[in-house]
């Protein structure tokens, strides 16, 4: 047999997984001079084989170029994000605009709505709507999963629950509200959306203070320092700094002060909480797919009352 063969395989299934010879060597191991004897035409002892290919997910066969590679589909899932991310990067020199991504994203998503529809055996493009189409979703549903994606450009989202059998998600979901109704309690109030919409016009690394806020979103600044101060204790846990919102204090020769900003992480579910709500209080005119075989009601009576 060609030994080229062997240790070019190695070489390319080590390279794909993104690993050093070092890192190769540690999880067998064995040293890094020996892989290097391989990928450059020894092998392994025969005893290191099976170990060699469970650590790529081939069989022996494969690495011997005589068995197709069975690339485990997770796997080719991340394969083609990695490389379309990485693509992106490479054609844009930019790490904060990935909108081929997110296209690829929406088409892995959409894939996974109408593959659950057992009558349609055929991939196609999911539907685009303007704003001034009338509001269209889809929907999948039984007693496990739940998925709901909208297709105008308004409320573009996809959204996926799991039940599993031995848990009550949902009845737990519902069962203690006492922070989700302080949270709610909030949001009923305008003025208090505009503040915090304000906050989340700031940048990671920037900050703003109550007079400026105030003057800002043209709210006066007691109600301004009010709500800030129920956003800071009712939202998350500021004790553990685990709040949406967050502040410092700022001290000058007058007195100490605070400034108040966001944690950016907590913004997409800020926006994604509004886009249900906003999809719940204006329900779509129609849905591209509705397809519901979910027998059980979505709350058991006797595990909440």
């Known amino acids: 047999m ?7 395989t190695l070489q390319k299934l080590r390279k794909e997984k993104k690993v050093t010879q070092e890192q190769l060597a540690s999880c067998l191991g064995v040293s890094a001079q020996a892989v290097s004897k391989w990928e450059n035409g020894s092998y392994p002892e025969g005893d290191l084989l099976p170990a060699l290919a469970d650590y790529f997910g081939v069989s022996i066969d494969v690495l ?6 069975e690339v485990p589909f997770n796997q080719q899932v991340f394969n083609e994000v990695y490389d379309c991310c990485v693509n992106e990067f490479q054609k844009t020199g930019k790490s904060n605009a990935h909108y081929e991504f997110a296209k690829l994203i929406k088409d892995i998503l959409w894939a996974i709505e109408i593959g659950s529809w ?77 503040i915090i ?15 400026t806020i105030a003057r800002e979103v043209g709210i006066d600044k007691a109600k301004v320092k009010k709500a800030l101060d ?16 967050q502040f410092v204090k700022v ?50 009576r006797k595990k909440c009352f």
């Open 2 to 8: 060609d030994n080229r063969i062997f240790s070019t």
């Open 64 to 69: 011997y170029g005589r068995g197709k590679e």
């Open 118 to 194: 057992v009558n349609n055996r055929n991939f196609y493009e999911p539907p685009y709507c303007r704003i001034e189409d009338p509001k269209m979703a889809s929907a999948v549903f039984d007693d496990v999963i739940y998925t709901y994606m909208g297709h105008r450009e308004d409320n573009d989202f996809f959204l996926f629950l799991n039940s599993p059998e031995d848990k009550n998600v949902f009845e737990d979901l519902l069962r203690d509200t006492d922070r989700v109704t302080d949270l709610f309690k909030i949001l009923s109030d305008k003025d208090n959306v505009r």
């Open 197 to 211: 919409t304000y906050l989340y016009s700031l940048t990671p690394d920037e900050y703003a203070g109550i007079d």
């Open 230 to 245: 129920e956003m800071s204790g009712k939202i998350g846990d500021i004790a553990h700094c685990h709040s949406p919102f």
């Open 251 to 300: 001290v000058n020769s007058a007195e100490d002060s605070r400034v108040y900003g966001i944690r950016s992480t907590y913004g997409g579910l800020f926006m994604g909480l509004m886009m249900l709500a906003k999809e719940y209080a204006n329900p779509p005119v129609t849905f591209q797919m509705h397809i519901c075989a979910r027998e059980k009601s979505w709350i058991d």
